[in-house]
């Protein structure tokens, strides 16, 4: 079986998606990167580092868990235990290794998504299979009510845009 | 008095070539092969104190030289040089035994915009190469920082202003990451992006491209 460009990529630098257990659901696009796409976004890239990029406003600039997890509240999500599904809420994992943070995926669908550096996102059913060593592990979790993410409800996702 | 080591030095240094060059020995007197015909003229095989073929690290190639004009003439590779430089930031047709024309040791320099256009070359494929191997290495990361934090990427900010075009001509294909280098590289000079902009990476290119058009590093 011929192998994907999109496989070849994932499997080369995710080896424990080599079971096949995962599924590419983009193209591959520099528009917006994972902690974009973990907060629901996908036309601009958030970064704490670099000053070309967005990050929310009145939230530390720096690559540490606490800026993260104050930076994803902006989005009305709170801490939680673990990642396992519950109904009503939906969920995001940051992964970190020793540097900090590296890394953030959303639960969709009862599995979870993941945009991969500049190339594609994918929908992996479970959190280990995206662990390496430049993302480490999900270290933190965080949740709110799936009404957020209804636009008939809310205009808006994220308090700093309003 | 004559200080015969001053004599004897000067004997040395006036020596010619212990083997004439067929481009001037007196049969083919009148022709400098390798150099157009109008040179022929315009010089002269009379004042041609020494031609002949000359290679070094970075230049070989046939090469006359007129003191009475103070000038030289090469032919690299086909490619014909009115104007070479005789200088000291050269190659030399060999340390052991250089070259003397007339007493003169022979430096030969291709001309600077020859040397100019090898080097931007060189440096592009350089560039190429580390940018290639710096997208292998970090295009599954997520954070600039974490990216910029890669060996081949710092070797291409270590390059500096002179590498700015090319990233630059990099810029009108790819959005890669590259604003990091530009700011590392343009420092205070960086444009500022505003918080509406922040992020949207087509955007964020499109101002740079005008910062590079507007200081000069990206041309039309």
């Known amino acids: ?162 | 008095m004559i200080d015969n080591d001053l004599l004897s030095s000067m004997q040395g240094r006036l020596q010619k070539p212990t083997k004439p060059s067929p481009y001037t020995s007196p049969a083919r007197r009148r022709t400098l092969i390798g150099f157009p015909p109008e040179l022929q003229g315009a010089f002269g095989s009379g004042q041609t104190a020494f031609a002949g073929q000359v290679s070094g690290d970075r230049f070989s190639g046939n090469v006359a030289i007129f003191p009475r004009s103070n000038r030289i003439v090469v032919n690299q590779n086909g490619v014909f040089i009115p104007q070479a430089v005789l200088g000291n930031d050269v190659v030399v047709a060999s340390e052991k035994e250089p070259l003397r024309a007339g007493g003169i040791r022979v430096i030969v320099s291709a001309q600077p915009r020859v040397a100019q256009a090898e080097a931007q070359e060189s440096l592009e494929l350089e560039f190429k190469s580390l940018a290639q191997r710096w997208r292998n290495e970090t295009a599954h990361l997520s954070i600039a920082s974490e990216k910029a934090n890669n060996f081949a990427y710092q070797q291409i900010v270590g390059m500096g202003e002179k590498v700015l075009p090319i990233i630059f001509r990099e810029l009108e294909t790819t959005t890669s990451d590259w604003f990091w280098a530009l700011r590392a590289i343009a420092r205070d000079r960086a444009p500022v992006i505003s918080a509406e902009d922040r992020g949207r990476v087509r955007r964020i290119a499109e101002i740079w491209m005008e910062w590079g058009r507007q200081n000069g590093y990206v041309s039309g």
């Open chain 1, 1 to 162: 079986m011929v192998m994907s460009p999109a496989d070849i990529w994932v499997q080369h630098h995710f080896p424990n998606l080599r079971n096949g257990q995962y599924r590419v659901t983009s193209e591959d696009t520099r528009d917006y990167n994972c902690l974009a796409w973990a907060a629901g976004e996908n036309d601009r890239k958030w970064d704490p580092n670099d000053p070309d990029h967005h990050w929310p406003d009145g939230v530390l600039r720096e690559q540490t868990m606490p800026a993260f997890i104050a930076a994803y509240a902006t989005c009305h999500y709170v801490e939680c235990q673990d990642g396992e599904s519950e109904e009503g809420f939906e969920k995001i994992a940051i992964y970190a290794n020793q540097r900090g943070p590296q890394h953030a995926a959303k639960q969709l669908n009862g599995a979870w998504s993941s945009k991969l550096g500049d190339g594609w996102d994918i929908e992996h059913p479970t959190l280990e299979g995206i662990e390496n060593s430049a993302y480490g592990k999900a270290v933190a979790f965080m949740k709110r009510p799936t009404t957020f993410n209804d636009p008939k409800l809310f205009v808006n996702e994220c308090d700093y845009e309003k």
